[in-house]
Nanobody, 125 residues
Framework: QPQLVESGGGLVQPGGSLRLSCAGS????????IGWFRQAPGKEREGVSC????????NYADSVKGRFTISRDNAKNTVYLQMNGLKPEDTGIYYC??????????????????WGQGTQVTVSS
């Protein structure tokens, strides 16, 4: 079955960095918009960042703009989320997902139809 597999989460101190990976397994990511989402305890899932098929368009939530960078390497069938200057409020489960129906800059979860299993990110001193 085609799958999206996230990795790279962990525990980090405030101000630290993590690099998340979203890899396609039996699934070519090059044909899809890819988004990163997160869900903190007690909160709804929110869009963090998304990237177009070609990488020509990227969008970020205001809360992470300037700290996070999304990128893709289609040759490696992988999308990355570099997270710098992490804050405790960044804590949550991070998911990647694919969107087949065109690109939307809103990065809304409802527009994505295939999801990974998630990777935990904890920012704490």
């Amino acid at each position: 079955q085609p799958q999206l597999v996230e990795s790279g989460g962990g525990l980090v101190q405030p101000g630290g960095s993590l690099r998340l990976s979203c890899a396609g397994s039996g699934f070519s990511l090059e044909y899809y918009t890819i988004g990163w989402f997160r869900q903190a305890p007690g909160k709804e899932r929110e869009g963090v960042s998304c990237i177009s098929v070609s990488g020509g368009y990227t969008n970020y939530a205001d809360s992470v703009k300037g700290r996070f960078t999304i990128s893709r390497d289609n040759a490696k069938n992988t999308v990355y989320l570099q997270m710098n200057g992490l804050k405790p409020e960044d804590t949550g489960i991070y998911y990647c997902a694919s969107r087949s129906l065109g690109y939307s800059s809103s990065c809304r979860p409802g527009g994505y139809d295939r999801w990974g299993q998630g990777t935990q990110v904890t920012v704490s001193s």
